[in-house]
């Protein structure tokens, strides 16, 4: 049922109150809801809890749905994220009305006389409307996925290969062995493991697929950095969220060949598709570090559906020898004259040669391969993955030098939306 103009006054009124208050509601949010659902623990990541992101995430989430109460066309994009995160955890429509009754009950036991019968009225009919957003969205997403496809779904880790001296790719293929669906370059999937520190809980994360999509594949691959722990740090700190690294570090150490993990359909809203993008525009592929997983798959895509668009491929790397997917970027370039690269490494080696193992050396500074990043161009469409603080600089560089906010992609891995 929409909301009524008297309701729609009420939530945009009160966002004020939200914004002031929405980290402590949304932390009791999550202690109430937690401790009667533990199951679902299951869904929520140990670290973002530990490290507050996802309650100030909520937080911002909130108070950006009751400010735009009246203009819900300006959350689009949010949502659409939200959306594509929810699919990959295989959130239910049921778990919606959990999620409702314990955050107006932390409205409640926040706000305290100040939520009178008229404002909770409002705000249980708003969050009725942003469920029903989410679960429509949702549902379409779901049978997108494929029948095969509507809840955790076992693989096999078929092969590992070391890319780097941290970052490790999996192989994996379906256990019940259907061929899979085809995805889009540059979509994600969640990995999801038990955790034994934490008496089972399961925990999930999401990584890029850095293989090319097809129909009908019998595998696909994701790629996973190491995370490097601080001296003194033990596998417990991590399984409570006090460090990183709970998901990929175990399946470094943990997830040799023929053993079992559990994949969600893939997902995300960071991807390339050739009709969304003018013929012949050039493209260009920014990366840093493990950001390349996905890059990579757009540029293997982009090759493989014989574009003949301009394509500049730029990474960064700590040396030379954590460049990612090196001799798959070298075949790419000897079969393929429209595919620039420039391989920038902060510390060069004796035995590292420029044009060979790397092409400039020093921090990723994009001033200086502006030939490669077609400023000049109306239509140039930028794709870029890799650490949160480095991709805003980038887009703000961008954005400074007359890149449309439209023609700019980013994959952010991030609790909640910019």
């Known amino acids: 049922m929409a909301l009524t103009a008297e309701q729609i006054a009420i939530v945009k009124s009160t966002a004020p109150v939200v914004k002031q208050h929405g980290r402590t509601i949304t932390t009791t949010f999550y202690e109430s809801m937690l401790s009667a659902h533990p199951e679902l623990h299951n869904i929520f990541s140990v670290r973002n809890q530990h490290t ?35 699919t990959a955890l295989f959130v239910k429509p049921e778990q919606y009305a959990i999620v409702g009754e314990h955050l107006v009950g932390a409205f409640a036991t926040v706000l305290g006389d100040a939520l009178t019968d008229e404002v909770k009225e409002a705000w249980v009919a708003a969050y009725g409307q942003l469920a029903d957003v989410f ?122 060949e023929g053993s079992e993990v559990e994949l969600s359909a ?78 920038v490494v902060k510390t060069v080696t004796g035995m590292d040669r420029v044009g060979q193992e790397y092409d400039m050396e020093g921090r990723m500074d994009l001033a200086k391969v502006g030939e490669e990043l077609h400023l000049d161009h109306p239509d140039a469409q930028y794709y870029f993955c890799g650490p949160e603080g480095w991709m805003l600089e980038t887009h703000a560089w961008l954005v400074e030098r007359g890149v449309a906010p439209e023609r700019l992609h980013m994959e952010l891995f991030r609790t909640g939306t910019l």
């Not at 937080?59 to 929810?86: M, P, Q, S, T």
């Not at 493989?304 to 070298?330: C, M, N, W």
């Open 135 to 256: 679960i429509q969205r949702e549902k379409q997403m779901y049978e997108a996925s494929g029948d095969e496809w509507q809840s955790w779904r076992k693989f096999v880790v078929a092969r590992r290969v070391a890319e780097s001296d941290d970052v490790v790719s999996l192989y994996l293929r379906p256990r019940d062995g259907t061929p899979l669906r085809s995805f889009k370059a540059g979509q994600y999937v969640s990995v999801q493991v038990p955790v034994a520190e934490l008496g089972g809980v399961l925990q999930s994360r999401q990584f890029s697929i850095s293989s090319v999509p097809g129909e009908g594949l019998g595998e696909l691959r994701v790629s996973v950095k190491r995370e490097r722990l601080p001296d003194g740090a033990a596998a417990r700190d991590m399984a409570v969220g006090k460090v990183p690294g709970l998901v990929s570090n175990k399946l470094h150490d943990d997830y040799l």
């Open 52 to 86: 507050g992101a996802q309650q100030t995430a909520l937080a911002n989430a909130v108070f950006a749905y009751a400010a735009h109460i009246d203009n819900l066309g300006a959350l689009g994009a949010a949502v659409e994220r939200i959306a594509h995160k929810h």
């Open 266 to 343: 893939p997902h995300g809203d960071f991807y390339w598709d050739a009709n969304e993008v003018r013929a012949g525009a050039p493209v260009v592929l920014l990366s840093v570090g493990v950001g390349a997983t996905p890059v990579i798959a757009i540029l293997q895509t982009m090759l493989r559906d014989g574009e003949r668009r301009p394509i500049s491929y730029i990474h960064g790397a700590r040396h030379a020898r954590s460049v990612l997917f090196r001799e798959e970027l070298k075949a790419a370039m000897a079969k393929h004259d429209n595919v620039r690269r420039a391989v």
